[in-house]
């Protein structure tokens, strides 16, 4: 499955964002998603998840409470809101596909990844 993330940008600290993950090539209801964060000189982590119906749903707690993910599956899209933005925030975002029910939630291995969008956030 290839994916495209964007909608990511600049925005002032207390903003928000909306970023998509537009998937194609495989049946989209088929995977479970997630989103990842890699911030400079860091590594990459999770952010959240959702399995493929869009029933659970997964946040890392740095931002929970603050992001939202969904997915609209006639779509071949996932989305994360992401309000009360912070500086901390700032990173490149990446969705990510894995087969449903591969992996348990705490599991962060993934098989298809997108190519990152990066999102600023100043102060």
């Known amino acids: 499955v290839q994916l495209q993330a964007s909608g990511g940008g600049l925005v002032q600290a207390g903003g928000s964002l909306r970023l998509s993950c537009a998937a194609a090539?495989?049946?989209?209801?088929?995977?479970?998603m997630g989103w990842f964060r890699q911030a400079p000189g860091k590594e990459r982590d999770f952010v959240s998840a959702?399995?493929?119906?869009?029933?659970?749903?997964y946040y890392a707690d740095s931002v929970k409470g603050r992001f939202t993910i969904s997915r609209d599956n006639a779509k071949n899209t996932v989305y994360l809101q992401m309000n009360s933005l912070k500086p901390e925030d700032t990173a490149v975002y990446y969705c990510?596909?894995?087969?449903?029910?591969?992996?348990?939630?705490?599991?962060?291995?993934?098989?298809?990844w997108g190519q990152g969008t990066l999102v600023t956030v100043s102060s």
């Open positions: 990510a596909a894995r087969a449903l029910g591969s992996r348990s939630p705490g599991n962060y291995e993934y098989d298809y």
């Open positions: 090539g495989r049946t989209f209801s088929n995977y479970d």
């Open positions: 959702i399995s493929w119906s869009g029933y659970s749903t």
